[in-house]
């Protein structure tokens, strides 16, 4: 499993700090990109959410996921610092996501049952971040999960987290009317 594999902040034998995200980018460019569905109102990715994220969220290959986000300064923390909450958000949406695979008709959703950040950096406002999610470990209804936000310039990584999510119970969401609430995959 990818935990296994590398530890965060795992470095290669040089002291490379960088070499998780090349580890990762050397899985990247296998497949060809496959949308993820969105939501309307969701805060990451629901794209009629008038104070949301409207992030687009892509499978690279089953349990790989990865965006792209350019926060906006009324979402900072300090001066020029995306606000800690929402590197959060990313870190939760993004390692959640990774479990869910990119068939719209059959989702897997999860809720967060925990998520563990570790802050590396100051993470900008205003520049393209890449935020990668990589699923771990699934028993049951419980998955692991991994995600990391990278400035997309330097290939950095600036915060990191792991997540552990728990199946929605079915009788929670009716699987039925996802389209017509407004899950589905919009065009860029």
Same mark, same amino acid.
């Given at each position: 499993?990818?935990?296994d594999e590398i530890q965060p902040g795992a470095r290669d034998e040089a002291g490379d700090k960088n070499f998780? #995200?090349? /580890?990762?980018?050397? %899985? !990247?460019? !296998?497949? @060809? $990109?496959? $949308?993820q569905p969105n939501s309307r109102h969701c805060f990451i990715c629901g794209l009629e959410n008038p104070?949301? #994220?409207? #992030? /687009? %969220?892509?499978?690279? *290959? @089953? =349990?790989?996921?990865?965006?792209q986000y350019v926060a906006p300064d009324h979402f900072q923390g300090y001066p020029g610092v995306l606000h800690g909450g929402i590197v959060a958000a990313l870190i939760d949406e993004i390692s959640g996501r990774a479990h869910m695979g990119s068939d719209s008709a059959n989702p897997r959703f999860l809720f967060t049952g925990k998520l563990e950040v570790k802050y590396r950096k100051n993470v900008p406002i205003g520049k393209m971040l890449k %935020? %990668? =999610?990589? +699923?771990? $470990?699934? $028993? =049951?209804k419980v998955a692991e999960a991994w995600a990391g936000i990278y400035d997309a *310039?330097?290939?950095?990584?600036? +915060?990191? =987290?792991?997540?552990? /999510? !728990?199946?929605?119970?079915n009788e929670q969401l009716d699987m039925s009317r996802l389209e017509e609430l407004g899950w589905k995959v919009y065009p860029d």
């Amino acid at each position: 499993m990818f935990f296994d594999e590398i530890q965060p902040g795992a470095r290669d034998e040089a002291g490379d700090k960088n070499f998780r #995200l090349r /580890h990762v980018r050397s %899985i !990247i460019p !296998i497949m @060809p $990109k496959t $949308k993820q569905p969105n939501s309307r109102h969701c805060f990451i990715c629901g794209l009629e959410n008038p104070v949301g #994220l409207h #992030l /687009h %969220i892509y499978e690279v *290959e @089953p =349990g790989l996921v990865e965006t792209q986000y350019v926060a906006p300064d009324h979402f900072q923390g300090y001066p020029g610092v995306l606000h800690g909450g929402i590197v959060a958000a990313l870190i939760d949406e993004i390692s959640g996501r990774a479990h869910m695979g990119s068939d719209s008709a059959n989702p897997r959703f999860l809720f967060t049952g925990k998520l563990e950040v570790k802050y590396r950096k100051n993470v900008p406002i205003g520049k393209m971040l890449k %935020i %990668i =999610g990589k +699923a771990g $470990k699934t $028993k =049951g209804k419980v998955a692991e999960a991994w995600a990391g936000i990278y400035d997309a *310039e330097t290939n950095e990584l600036l +915060a990191e =987290g792991t997540g552990m /999510h !728990i199946n929605v119970p079915n009788e929670q969401l009716d699987m039925s009317r996802l389209e017509e609430l407004g899950w589905k995959v919009y065009p860029d």
